[in-house]
């Protein structure tokens, strides 16, 4: 619950004392709010003093609840109370508040929060209450949250597109330089909430054409010491969590510790190919995967004053993946009138591994004012990453057991990140607020590439000089901006302009990235009506600048007739968002939201996929290759709408369904007539049962439909997962059973390329089947006696 900023107009006043039931001393720091009995809204509120004693002014005529609750008491509301001309103050009798239990030593509590919170600027995903998720990671999380989307091989988008900003706790890191991988290590169980920002303001970066995704992870500010622990083992996932907090008076100290691995799976895959000259392609076999995951970090909360905070915080991240290949290769020529001719049959062993150790730093400085609502925030954060890739391959023909070739690669490098940034608001009076700020982004990644190719005589690994090689980028962002929030009780407005100037340096030969100036316009409207009905339009202007992967030239030849590499002459796509939204509230019954939007992306990046007779790398030429870079393709139009509603029925059964359909079109020189056209639906649907004894069943299910891309077809999905929770040790306790895809150990998956020179089917039967028990307990000291900053109203539990 939070009042700050709010409007209070009129010169009514409500004012009394609140004290203990039983001991009858004053209760201080108790929230008091003030509700209007006809909408429900919130209108104003405060806390009591040492006293007891509160007094709420400015209070507009009308009629009201008044509702007084704080840690450990039972919540007391006061009825029809009315203001009005000829009755302006109001003083009610003293308020005696209930504990709300036999004792206060050891208690967790968990604030109300609605799942999902449609704010001004963004949607707030609330996990606290998310039981199929239990036991789980990020990306159980993120299929739930509306307008974003997560595929079978946990690629995330925002109302389609791909290109997204991830931050955790509104930082930079550079373990997103592997998306899923980041994804795939967080444990549900850290997670405090998600915010999914599709149009954002002048103050947000403008990276990511498809909006921003902000991870909020779990941070104790409660007085005392306060806790929980996570552990979850199942038959895909294995995952721990422990989260300690510390604060006495002014100062608080946050610690955690977070462990994940995906234990080994196996997907067999097929793959046919057919080219345009009649040569055939057949492989067949099998890929191994597993990763792991550690995150841990500590950090301290410091009030130095009562408008001076200090907060700082140190974090170390461990990511890493491994993929072990076999596949029986066979090519041959189909000859209408003589057959398979020149066939060539073997199979290949690879082994391909990723890892990442980084080190996360920041320092935030937040300075208030007597004036609500003026601030200085200056932030310092650095990410220190030092990812490794590296693979094997050999290639054996049939009926032999000496490689006739293979080549390895050993690929070190680091990636630095500083990110400095000051903010500052000043209200200028109650229907204007203006923002402004500036940031500057440093990243300097350095890459070594050692390759070697295989000597089929001695079977050892010769250096490559022709393909080894060392790189270094650099990227400098230099932005300012300014904005405003302005407007009504019922209208309220945000335009805003960012200015970004980009820097780029590549040390490869014959190799120039330009310098570019961007700026990035914004505006949000939203108009609120009566009964809890608001329209929300907003645009934006956003840039995906192609990262660091994307650029550079390393060809990865883990599969040998399959080639992936960068594109150092890959240019920013530049993209403009607008959504028109419709949201209804029906209070604690439920809630609608209906989103109409446009994105229009220029200079839009998309993977390609060309075939070759022959391909050279270094001194090695491959036959029948198809070689995947990403490029700019042209122009690219997502037009679709989304749905979300939630359903409370007498506060057991909870409902939440949202669905997406879209349109794609692209302008292209590389689609069939110049254009291609695709159409998306996706869905998903959780609902919640609270039973008796503190228990509760939950399920979900999520479908993604194929679509049509520029080159061909990606496939469907439809995952889902069925839960149970039950609560105990007064409610500090919790076991968890969850089951997903139970009745199927595979997802078929099947896609398409369909070009010119060549038509591909590949088939991969993905392992989702999984059973896991997750066991949670928190604890934790409550002190009362805190200064005000303190308070339950400022500082509501988690």
């Known amino acids: 619950m939070s009042l700050t900023g709010y409007c209070q107009t009129g010169k009514g006043r409500i004012k009394g004392n609140v004290v203990d039931d039983a001991t009858h001393k004053p209760v201080e720091f108790a929230a008091v709010v003030v509700t209007d009995q006809q909408t429900q809204k919130v209108v104003t509120g405060a806390t009591t003093e ?30 029809n109370v009315v203001i009005s001309q000829a009755a302006n103050e109001v003083k009610l009798n003293t308020i005696s508040l209930r504990s709300s239990q036999h004792t206060l030593k050891d208690v967790t509590i968990t604030a109300a929060l609605p799942v999902v919170e449609n704010k001004i600027d963004k949607i707030v995903y609330n996990v606290a209450n998310d039981v199929t998720s239990q036991g789980g990671v990020a990306l159980d999380v993120l299929k739930k949250v509306p307008q974003v989307g997560v595929d079978i091989d946990g690629n995330v988008d925002i109302q389609g597109n791909g290109n ?13 330089n592997s998306p899923v991988d980041a994804l795939s290590a967080i444990p549900a169980s850290q997670i405090k909430s998600i915010e999914v920002i599709s149009s954002p303001g002048a103050k947000y970066d403008a990276e990511g054409t498809g909006g921003i995704i902000n991870i909020i992870l779990k941070e104790n500010k409660m ?28 100062f608080g100290v946050n610690a955690y510790f977070s462990g994940n691995a995906q234990l080994i799976s196996r997907t067999p895959n097929l793959q046919n190919r057919t080219s345009s000259d009649s040569l055939h392609l057949n492989q067949n ?91 200085l925030n200056i932030l310092y954060s650095a990410s220190l990453g030092n990812p490794v890739s590296d693979y094997t391959l050999y290639q054996t023909y049939t009926g032999t057991n000496r490689p006739y070739s293979g080549s390895e690669s050993h690929s070190p490098g680091t990636d630095r990140e500083t990110d400095i940034a000051a903010d500052y608001t000043q209200p200028v009076n109650k229907n204007l607020v203006l923002e402004t700020g500036i940031k500057t982004t440093l990243q300097n990644i350095h890459s070594i590439a050692d390759v070697g190719v295989l000597d089929s005589g001695s079977q050892r690994f010769v250096p490559d000089n022709t393909q080894s090689y060392t790189l270094t980028y650099d990227r400098k962002i230099y932005a300012g901006y300014i904005s405003a929030s302005l407007g009504t009780r019922q209208i309220k407005i945000k335009p805003g302009l960012r200015f970004e100037h980009t820097d780029n340096s590549i040390d490869l030969l014959n190799t120039t990235i330009p310098s570019y100036d961007l700026w990035v316009p914004s505006i949000i409207i939203m108009h609120e009506f009566k009964n809890d009905q608001s329209i929300k339009l907003s645009y934006s202007h956003r840039i995906e600048r192609p990262n660091y992967q994307l650029l550079n030239p390393f060809v990865n030849r883990s599969d040998p007739y399959n080639i992936t590499t960068g594109n150092p002459l890959l240019k920013p796509e530049i993209g403009d968002n607008i959504e028109l939204g419709y949201n209804k509230s029906f209070g604690k019954t439920g809630n609608i939201a209906v989103t109409l939007f446009e994105r229009m992306d220029l200079q839009d990046q998309k993977p390609v996929t060309n075939l070759y007779p022959t391909y050279a790398v270094g001194d090695s030429v491959y036959e029948n290759v198809s070689v995947t870079d990403v490029q700019n393709i042209g122009k690219e139009y997502n037009t679709g709408v989304t749905l979300y509603a939630s359903v409370n029925i007498k506060e057991k059964l909870n409902l939440h369904f949202f669905t997406l359909a879209a349109q794609r079109f692209i302008e292209s020189s590389l689609a069939a007539n110049g254009v291609a056209i695709g159409y998306r639906f996706r869905f998903n649907l959780n609902g919640s049962y609270q039973l008796p004894h503190d228990l509760v069943a939950e399920a979900f299910a999520n479908y993604n439909s194929a679509s049509e891309n520029l080159q061909g077809r990606t496939p469907q999905s439809l995952t889902y997962t069925i839960a149970g929770r039950k609560q105990f040790w007064n409610k500090n306790a919790s076991i968890g059973i969850t089951a997903t895809n139970i009745f199927s150990k595979y997802i078929n998956q099947v896609t398409t390329i369909n070009t010119s020179s060549y038509i591909s089917y590949n088939v991969r039967e993905l392992p989702y089947r999984s059973v896991g028990i997750s066991f949670t307990y928190k604890f934790g000291k409550l002190e009362f006696k805190k200064g005000k900053d303190d308070s339950y109203l400022n500082n509501p539990p988690e």
């Open 50 to 79: 040492a006293s007891g004693a509160f007094m709420i002014k400015d209070v507009p005529a009308g009629l009201y609840s008044v509702t007084i609750e704080f840690i450990g008491y039972k919540r007391d509301t006061i009825s």
């Open 164 to 176: 997204i900003r991830f931050l955790i706790n509104g930082k930079p890191s550079s373990v997103f």
């Open 223 to 250: 007085q005392g010491v306060n806790g929980n622990v996570t552990l979850s083992v199942g038959t895909r996932l294995e995952n721990t969590s422990l989260n300690l907090g510390v604060k006495h008076g002014n």
């Open 285 to 375: 076999g099998y890929t191994d995967l597993q990763r792991q995951g550690l995150q841990s970090g500590i950090g301290f909360d410091w009030n130095v004053t009562k408008h001076d905070n200090l907060t700082a915080n140190i974090g170390y991240n461990y990511l890493a993946n491994r993929n072990t290949n076999f596949y029986n290769q066979d090519q041959y020529t189909q000859n209408p009138n003589q057959g398979a001719t020149n066939d060539v049959s073997g199979f290949r062993n690879s082994d391909s591994r990723f890892q990442n150790n980084s080190v996360e730093l920041s320092l935030a400085y937040k300075k208030t004012f007597k004036k609500e609502g003026q601030e």
